[in-house]
């Protein structure tokens, strides 16, 4: 049997870490380097839950994304022998009429129902429309999270539990988070993620991207600020590998972490630069950011979810006036987009 120098740690109690794709406890193995000379960052390891998650991020990947880390007694692909180099798995695909088929039941999706008390119907259907974002059953509704590339394929969605009043995420006791093609029960496939809003690139070509941690946060910035192509990494360690990276080739791209994450993200903008035409690390949120707020770790729609929108004070006016709803219905009114 092979010895690898960069293999999986061994495990001892306390070894095992959070997975930064799926966001559970003590299911997350690191990578080591046996000769200890590299000590590789938290992200490069394997998540216990291979087929709820897939999450693999390996020593070859690292370097590949680091090539100035890579040892220079070692330029042969890592963590495989010298003499057999890894064969590249083809992405799986999931088909496009499984995720239409979610485009519904928006009335036990917790999502749907935060963002329509504050942007309206309409317009909370229009977003979810633009960004693939559908409907699951579990955990009595949530929200799934299709993740579509530039080519129009699907390579999963991601599922998520959310409180329906805050808008926030459902974490806590048990697990609120997995993949589409694990609740398919689609075996031996290949979880290759891409950029959430990926497919977007293609009808903006000259449009500015801005890269943010969550879905959430992408779709929310999308209806403050449209000028903008708005694409979530799903998480601060997210898809940062050249593969996923290589579809903003030649474009200006700004980077937007959630507070906390500036440190992280500064490391990663060195990937972008060699793909970008233009990375520019935005400190807006740095800059105005209480103690509070930092501690809390806001992102940029937070803080756009502050201000009251049109939407919500409509509502707090027909809950004063219970006839202004009778008169918009019968006059069949429609309030003006806040956006447009």
Not at 74 to 81: D, I, K, Q, T
Request: include cysteine; charge should be neutral.
């Amino acid at each position: 049997m092979a010895e690898y120098r960069f293999h999986l740690e061994k495990y001892k109690t306390g070894s095992k870490g959070t997975c930064p794709a799926c966001g559970r406890n003590k299911c997350f193995v690191h990578y080591v380097d046996a000769e200890g000379l590299i000590v590789f960052p938290d992200n490069v390891g394997l998540c216990d839950h291979v087929n709820s998650c897939g999450y693999h991020y390996t020593p070859k990947d690292y370097f590949s994304d680091n090539p100035s880390e890579k040892p220079l007694e070692s330029r042969e692909s890592a963590n495989v022998p010298n003499n057999k180099a890894a064969e590249k798995k083809e992405p799986s695909f999931i088909s496009p009429s499984v995720m239409q088929s979610t485009f519904t039941s928006f009335g036990i999706n917790p999502l749907f129902m935060f963002l329509k008390e504050r942007f309206g119907e309409k317009e909370t259907k229009r977003l979810f429309d633009l960004y693939n974002v559908g409907t699951a059953k579990l955990w009595g509704g949530s929200t799934i999270f299709w993740q579509v590339d530039s080519l129009g394929n699907i390579r999963s969605g991601k599922v998520m539990a959310y409180d329906a009043k805050t808008g926030h995420r459902i974490k806590g006791d048990g697990v609120h988070v997995c993949w589409a093609h694990s609740l398919l029960k689609q075996e031996n496939f290949n979880l290759c993620q891409c950029l959430f809003g990926e497919h977007l690139l293609a009808t903006m070509p000259n449009v500015q991207v801005v890269l943010v941690e969550s879905e959430k946060t992408a779709i929310i910035a999308s209806h403050f600020i449209p000028q903008y192509v708005w694409l979530a990494t799903g998480g601060m360690q997210g898809c940062f590998k050249k593969d996923c990276l290589s579809v903003l080739r030649y474009r200006d791209v700004v980077l937007m972490p959630d507070l906390g994450g500036w440190d992280v993200w500064s490391q990663k903008a060195t990937v972008l630069k060699d793909i970008c035409r233009s990375v520019h690390m935005s400190d807006i949120l740095e800059k105005r950011a209480t103690v509070g707020q930092r501690s809390a770790g806001l992102d940029i729609a937070d803080f756009l979810l502050m201000e009251e929108t049109h939407q919500q004070i409509l509502q707090r006016m027909i809950q004063r006036n219970p006839a202004l709803q009778l008169l918009i219905d019968t006059l069949d009114l429609e309030l003006v987009d806040e956006s447009g």
